[in-house]
T-cell receptor
Framework: GAGVSQSPRYKVAKRGQDVALRCDPI?????LFWYQQALGQGPEFLTY????????KSGLPSDRFFAERPEGSVSTLKIQRTQQEDSAVYLC??????????FGQGTRLTVV | DQQVKQNSPSLSVQEGRISILNCDYT??????FLWYKKYPAEGPTFLIS?????DKNEDGRFTVFLNKSAKHLSLHIVPSQPGDSAVYFC?????????????FGTGTRLKVLA
């Protein structure tokens, strides 16, 4: 595709609800990242995939957060039992190996 | 512990003048640095990068300078244009350590006045 595509753009979830955020990376990009950005802050690293392998998940804030990329392309970030502190913009980025990463527009999650 | 710091939350510059955005880092393992620009409701857009083997990289109006001994980098925009008004993030990674994640600063909001 032309760029990194994320869906949905906006998501409102009731506290306790499970959500799934989707990322379609740029075709051929090996590396895929998920970041979380709170208001007024820089993006914070969540997890990193190289093809289908999740090589780094050190940034996932709790075991309620789970990410997968089963076929080395599309990725899903799942948050179980959402809480208010999960409200943020979730950014996906992809890159071809170690080159610069290209970001999607993000999914703004609001937990009410 | 903030490994990448952007100490100026905002900066205003007159159109046509130079904009200088600064970034400091603490981790000596960082060897690849990037600048991203972000408009409201959009994802960050890659601007320019620099490897630690260089001390300068230029792309059009954008130049990034790296001072490894001071653990400092800066982004120069010359001449500044109103369309450059955005939030600028610097980011760093330690590729040589096999760590591909970027650590971002908190951003500097640049306003270019017409």
């Amino acid at each position: 595709g032309a760029g990194v595509s994320q869906s949905p753009r906006y998501k409102v979830a009731k506290r306790g609800q499970d959500v799934a955020l989707r990322c379609d990376p740029i075709s051929g990009h090996v590396s895929l990242f998920w970041y979380q950005q709170a208001l007024g802050q820089g993006p914070e690293f969540l997890t990193y995939f190289q093809n289908e392998a999740q090589l780094d998940k050190s940034g996932l804030p709790s075991d309620r957060f789970f990410a997968e990329r089963p076929e080395g392309s599309v990725s899903t970030l799942k948050i179980q039992r959402t809480q208010q502190e999960d409200s943020a913009v979730y950014l996906c980025a992809s890159s071809f190996m170690n080159t610069e990463a290209f970001f999607g527009q993000g999914t703004r999650l609001t937990v009410v | 512990d903030q490994q990448v710091k952007q100490n100026s939350p905002s900066l205003s510059v007159q159109e046509g003048r130079i904009s200088i955005l600064n970034c400091d880092y603490t981790n000596s393992m960082f060897d690849y640095f990037l600048w991203y620009k972000k408009y409201p409701a959009e994802g960050p857009t890659f601007l320019i990068s620099i490897s630690s083997i260089k001390d300068k990289n230029e792309d059009g109006r954008f130049t990034v300078f790296l001072n490894k001994s001071a653990k400092h980098l800066s982004l120069h925009i010359v001449p500044s244009q109103p369309g450059d008004s955005a939030v600028y993030f610097c980011a760093a990674s330690a590729l040589g350590s096999g760590t591909y994640k970027y650590i971002f600063g908190t951003g500097t909001r640049l306003k270019v006045l017409a």
